[in-house]
């Protein structure tokens, strides 16, 4: 049995023309930023849609050869998402909204998958951050497992909560599909935890807005089939 997920970021924010840490913060989408996620659950109901890309035609049937992998599903179910999840931030939330939409469902708010509360640097653009906090930002983009903005949650603290929360909706729904709406930072460390990368790492994995990622667990280990893959608006 394979579940699926469709991992995705919310889209575009409003003020995006200039960088910064908006962490817990709570900043609506753009209308860009609607467009995008619009594009995106296009997308995501073209790839339920398309046989080609169905998890029970996967090469990786024979990987996982004696484990059930549901090849008698009913192809009405396979096009459907079971359910949508998301991070208890607006912009998540209307997100999730715009995705759940064409399935008649209601998100499903987890705020395990908020964003990484960044502290004092909360709301401050990147280059104040280098001006004020030269040292402390430069261990931080070094090391990003090692070091934490001032008074925000460490990337241990983040991963803790962010796995559990995963966990908890991969046991709801076995052998089904579904999405779950969250930020760059939280996807980053889904991403590390099922590809097994050192979360050292977590800034070698880019997320733009409205990304979407898909990811199948297989009873022996997840594969992501997708990474931050974009619809065009």
Not at 28 to 55: M, T, Y
Not at 58 to 67: M, T
Not at 101 to 123: D, H, K, N
Request: one cysteine or more; aromatic letters at 8%.
């Amino acid at each position: 049995m394979v579940t699926t997920v469709y991992l995705i970021r919310h889209g575009e924010i409003e003020g995006i023309g200039v960088k910064r840490y908006n962490g817990s913060i709570d900043v609506p989408l753009s209308e860009n930023g609607v467009e995008q996620i619009r594009a995106a659950a296009k997308f995501i109901a073209a790839h339920l849609a398309d046989p080609s890309s169905s998890k029970i035609l996967s090469y990786l049937k024979e990987i996982h050869a004696g484990d059930d992998s549901g090849g008698g599903a009913a192809k009405d179910k396979e096009s459907l998402l079971a359910a949508v999840y998301c991070s208890d931030l607006s912009r998540a939330v209307k997100s999730a909204e715009i995705i759940a939409a064409p399935y008649a469902l209601t998100p499903l708010i987890r705020p395990g998958l908020r964003e990484r509360s960044f502290g004092i640097w909360e709301g401050m653009t990147f280059s104040e951050i280098k001006q004020q906090y030269p040292e402390e930002f430069r261990a931080w983009a070094e090391n990003p497992l090692k070091y934490s903005p001032p008074g925000g949650e460490n990337t241990l603290e983040v991963r803790d909560r962010v796995v559990s929360s995963l966990d908890g909706i991969l046991k709801n729904h076995e052998g089904q599909s579904i999405a779950a709406v969250a930020h760059g930072g939280v996807n980053r460390i889904i991403l590390c935890h099922v590809l097994g990368v050192p979360l050292e790492h977590i800034f070698r994995i880019e997320q733009d807005f409205a990304a979407v990622n898909i990811i199948e667990f297989w009873e022996k280990y997840p594969v992501v089939k997708l990474l931050n893959g974009r619809a065009r608006a």
